[in-house]
T-cell receptor, first 110, second 115 residues
Framework: GQNIDQPTEMTATEGAIVQINCTYQ??????LFWYQQHAGEAPTFLSY????GLEEKGRFSSFLSRSKGYSYLLLKELQMKDSASYLC???????????FGKGTSLLVTP | DTEVTQTPKHLVMGMTNKKSLKCEQH?????MYWYKQKAKKPPELMFV???????INESVPSRFSPECPNSSLLNLHLHALQPEDSALYLC??????????????FGPGTRLTVT
């Protein structure tokens, strides 16, 4: 297994910034994905990191450090619609399937 | 068209029934996936098809039988399921599995209840 860990739940205020962490224990993977999943809906792609560093995409940024086995998703200028589950996933070396972490349920409050 | 469609949206079946879930995409993707997602859990990979051939089977019980009749369609045939198989079944597709960074596009899922 790849032991992908994320906090179970987080709460943040509308307009604020929140950081969702993901740690993992594996030596081999192609890259790390972040997906957003609203209740009852399909996961949707947010970001992908293959090299160490920060990838910025509008209000969302994702960071990867392979040496530390660590990634985070940064959400800025939070909106109510950002309340969702955020899934960290590792792309396998072979077959390119995804192993998902347990997900972090984010609640954005007024 | 960046959509993956799945039918039916909801399915209730008895343990002796035979049913099928269907998934379709018209993005020209050559890799298709089945995931199972229990409530408040992440998706778990079941099967991967690449160029219409089964490339990964995550030791899924034989009561689940996948089929890829062509590059746009993916089926999951169900037979003699157990109540614990009740879950959301997600289909996904991606452009190719021969290169890295293959963003997967997910369908809305079929919510299956086994009684």
């Amino acid at each position: 297994g790849q032991n992908i860990d994320q906090p179970t739940e987080m709460t943040a205020t509308e307009g604020a910034i929140v950081q969702i962490n993901c740690t993992y224990q594996t030596s081999g993977f192609n890259g790390l994905f972040w997906y957003q999943q609203h209740a009852g809906e399909a996961p949707t792609f947010l970001s992908y990191n293959v090299l160490d560093g920060l990838e910025e995409k509008g209000r969302f940024s994702s960071f990867l450090s392979r040496s530390k086995g660590y990634s985070y998703l940064l959400l800025k200028e939070l909106q109510m619609k950002d309340s969702a589950s955020y899934l960290c996933a590792l792309e396998r070396n072979s077959g390119y399937a995804l192993n998902f972490g347990k997900g972090t349920s984010l609640l954005v409050t007024p | 068209d960046t959509e993956v469609t799945q039918t039916p949206k909801h399915l209730v079946m008895g343990m002796t029934n035979k049913k099928s879930l269907k998934c379709e995409q018209h993005m020209g993707h050559r890799a298709m996936y089945w995931y199972k997602q229990k409530a408040k859990k992440p998706p778990e990979l079941m099967f991967v098809y690449s160029y219409e051939k089964l490339s990964i089977n995550e030791s899924v019980p034989s009561r689940f039988s996948p089929e890829c009749p062509n590059s746009s369609l993916l089926n999951l045939h169900l037979h003699a399921l157990q109540p614990e198989d009740s879950a959301l079944y997600l289909c996904a597709s991606s452009q190719d599995i021969g290169t890295a960074f293959v963003e997967q596009y997910f369908g809305p899922g079929t919510r299956l209840t086994v009684t």
